[in-house]
């Protein structure tokens, strides 16, 4: 017994609302049953007083019409009397007649009229009758032929006339009536029901429609309860975060592994970008995995080896193809084999026209204000939607639910998330752009201004890496697109898609594990100097780029040959690393870039060269992260000069890499790192004297203010690290796709 109320315990709270609908449907069917059949009990009895009052008149006007001749012929006892009695009977409902004495005595009577009445019984009913004046009687009796209905009638001298009506046909009717009433009511109750069903769903679908506009902008007031509760719940969900802002503990690989555990129950993430972070390629040694210098990957990279997931790029090198599966699958990083990398491979015309024309001579410059003209050419468009859909069927093919999230990266996939969302309408795209947003009068003068801005509104959160961006974002969509702009909350909404619009900072991994291995900073500081032939007591600076207009190198080789000339205490002890990796080499902007750098180099150490002594080495080459990082922290300082950028991760690294607490960063004032790392030397680039002056400042500032400078910024690295950002952002990610889930149930519930 209480195994079985458990058990009915336990389906009413998991099945609750489909028993109370069947329950609902039952208890509805019963009543209509029950008031059908009332209604036929009442329709019934009235027919069948109408019927009998019908057989009545009937019978009254036999008799009248007959009582001469029944008076006539009652004392003749003849067989005219018996004549007269069949006379009557022909009405085909009249089944028989008798004539009886007061007496109870039976004159005559047609044949079939019924033999068990006896005149005696229905001449006792007469006398008692108290039917119309007293002269007639009726009576309603079954008999084993059937219902009988009988109709006296007094007739003088001393006698009564019975008519006798077959009524069994009453029955059928009342039967064949019945069966149409019960029809007619369950029709009328399907109809009703039916009715009712499309008159609720459509307020369902109005109410739901209203509800989610309320949701999302000015809520009416007969939603106001409503929506406020529903805010709370989104209100809770987001306290779901805790540890996300506020927790004291430092992010780090296993955090952002529990955060996805947590709030996103382990789903594995799509993530698409232009640049794979492994590139195997051919070299006289053999086949060698690099890795390429990239802000993208060496912040996403700690992220998918943290989370596991898909990593979807362009296969890139020369050995690529023969070290991926068929489908262009393999397991990365080598030994570790955390994640999936999932090359795609471009023609040479897709990459002209997508990777060298539109993102990089179109984008890449319309969002930096270097003062390199974009060029737009619209073969190059053509490429770049064909790719961008190459890229978003790929993400399909590789999603395992309909609501998954995916990660889509930078300038290069612009139109993804608007196609991704076509094919998932309920998929979670969180897209990141790297670079700049420009104002919105720049940012007008692209010719596909719409359809970009249209494609990246099919994202769920835009990410950028400043206010500033986020800001220029939503003023180019107020610029040029049709769509509501929701400043308090920073977002956009058009067509009903929402579209989150956050500022996400972006970092590097802490600690960095590509520092494993590599010497302390003493080491460091020896094996470089040795390498640059640089004297004991000598001063070194380092700059660490890809070979880019935007990074400012020219300007920071400038402020270099100024400080020179400002202070000359340092000619001849100072030397300047410029590790430049080349990039974008088929694009004549670069090619060019490349001259000019290689001609000021040669003009700055013609100028201050003197007995083996070089100002600027220049190290146009790729390098690998531990060499890198091993310049990092031979250096006395580090130069990052960008005109513009959306972040700049080489200062954050410079900030990691200094474990020993001493070195200056000297940074650029037009750097995403510079509103974060605001205890470098912020300069200027442009501004020749005040860089060159910051530059003579680093290289005398004491040792105690480099300690206080760079443990204030380590602290800040280690803290909003790499899978900060990335939990942040993912943890938004879950709290939409959650309200998403809730919004879905609430149809189904109403639509169910
Ligand atoms: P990038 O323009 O690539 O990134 P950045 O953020 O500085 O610029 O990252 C460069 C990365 O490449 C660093 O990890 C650095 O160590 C490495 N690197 C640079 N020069 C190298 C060299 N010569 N050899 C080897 N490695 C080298 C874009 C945006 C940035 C944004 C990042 C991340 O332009 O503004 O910070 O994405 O979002």
């Not at 003493?522 to 070979?547: H, K």
């Not at 990610?733 to 149930?745: E, F, H, I, M, N």
Request: proline share 5%; charged share 25%; glycine share 8%.
């Amino acid at each position: 017994m209480t195994e079985a109320l458990t058990f009915l315990r336990r389906a009413t709270a998991r099945h609750g609302p489909w028993i109370h609908k069947i329950l609902g449907g039952a208890l509805m069917l019963l009543a209509l049953g029950l008031l059908s059949l009332g209604a036929h009990r009442v329709l019934a009895a009235t027919t069948r007083r109408w019927f009998e009052r019908d057989v009545e008149l009937r019978a009254n006007l036999a008799v009248t019409s007959a009582r001469r001749g029944l008076q006539r012929h009652w004392t003749s006892q003849d067989a005219t009397l018996l004549a007269t009695l069949e006379d009557i009977t022909r009405d085909e409902r009249i089944l028989g007649a008798a004539a009886c004495t007061v007496d109870g005595e039976r004159l005559a009577a047609t044949e079939q009229f019924p033999q068990p009445l006896s005149c005696g019984a229905l001449a006792e009913r007469l006398r008692t009758s108290t039917g119309e004046g007293g002269d007639r009687w009726s009576a309603t009796m079954d008999l084993h032929r059937g219902t009988i209905h009988l109709y006296a009638v007094a007739i003088s001298p001393g006698g009564f006339v019975v008519l006798a009506h077959d009524l069994s046909f009453l029955a059928r009717r009342e039967q064949t009536t019945g069966r149409m009433a019960l029809a007619a009511f369950v029709l009328l109750a399907l109809a009703a029901s039916l009715l009712t069903t499309i008159a609720s769903r459509l307020a369902w679908l109005g109410w739901n429609s209203q509800l989610r506009l309320a949701l999302v902008g000015p809520t009416p007031r007969e939603f106001e309860p409503l929506v406020r509760d529903l805010r709370a719940l989104v209100g809770d969900l987001a306290r779901d975060r805790v540890g996300v802002e506020d927790s004291a503990t430092v992010w780090s690989p296993e955090r952002l592994r529990e955060v996805l555990r947590t709030h996103l129950e382990g789903e594995r993430v799509i993530l698409v970008a232009n640049r794979e972070p492994y590139i195997h390629e051919h070299t006289p040694e053999g086949v060698r995995v690099l890795h390429p210098a990239s802000g993208l990957v060496t912040a996403l990279e700690p992220v998918l080896r943290a989370c596991s997931g898909v990593w979807i790029a362009n296969g890139s090198g020369s050995a690529d193809r023969e070290t991926s599966d068929p489908q262009g699958r393999i397991r990365v990083p080598p030994g570790e084999e955390s994640f999936s990398l999932r090359r795609l491979w471009l023609s040479a015309e897709e990459e002209t026209g997508f990777y060298y024309g539109l993102s990089n001579e179109g984008l890449w410059p319309l969002c930096h204000a270097a003062d390199t003209r974009p060029q737009f050419r619209q073969e190059d468009w053509v490429q770049y939607v064909a790719v961008n859909q190459k890229f978003a069927d790929a993400v399909c093919s590789e999603i395992e639910r309909e609501d998954a999230i995916v990660l889509v990266q930078d300038y290069h996939f612009a139109l993804c998330p608007k196609m991704i969302r076509a094919r998932l309408p309920r998929a979670t795209i969180l897209t990141f752009w790297h670079i700049p947003w420009p104002s919105a009068e720049r940012f007008g003068i692209a010719p596909w201004r719409e359809e970009i801005l249209d494609g990246l509104l099919g994202s769920s959160i835009m990410g950028f890496h400043t206010r500033q961006h986020c800001n220029n974002f939503v003023d180019s969509v107020d610029a040029f697109l049709e769509a509501r702009i929701d400043r308090e909350s920073s977002a956009v909404v058009q067509r009903g898609q929402r579209t989150l619009v956050r500022p996400y900072p972006i970092s590097i991994e802490w600690p960095v594990h590509r520092l494993d291995g590599v010497p302390a900073a003493p080491l460091c500081r020896r094996q470089v100097f040795e390498e640059l032939g640089l004297a004991q007591g000598s001063l070194l600076g380092v700059g660490i780029d890809r070979l880019d207009y935007t990074k400012g190198i020219e300007e920071r080789l400038s402020a270099v040959d100024q400080l020179l000339e400002r202070h000359p205490e340092f000619r001849g002890r100072f030397t300047f690393a410029q590790l430049a990796a080349p990039s974008r080499t088929r694009i004549e902007r670069y090619r060019a870039l490349n001259d000019r750098i290689e001609d000021l180099v040669q003009s700055i150490n013609d100028r201050w060269e003197r007995s083996g002594w070089r100002p600027i080495v220049l190290l146009r080459r790729h390098h690998e992260p531990p060499e890198v990082f091993r310049y990092l922290r031979a250096a006395d300082l580090c130069y990052v000069s960008s005109l513009h950028d959306g972040m700049n991760l080489v200062a954050k690294e410079f900030v990691a890499a200094r474990d020993d607490e001493r070195g200056v960063l000297v940074l650029s004032q037009f750097t995403g790192a510079s509103r974060e790392l605001t205890e470098a030397l912020i300069v200027n680039p442009y501004d020749l004297p005040q860089a060159s002056a910051a530059l003579a400042r680093a290289l005398v500032m004491p040792v105690v203010e480099q300690r206080d400078r760079l443990r204030s910024m380590r602290a800040l690295v280690a803290d909003r690290n790499v899978y900060r950002w990335a939990g942040r952002m993912l943890v938004e990610a879950a709290q939409l796709q959650k309200r998403g889930r809730l919004l879905g149930r609430l149809s189904e519930a109403g639509g169910g």
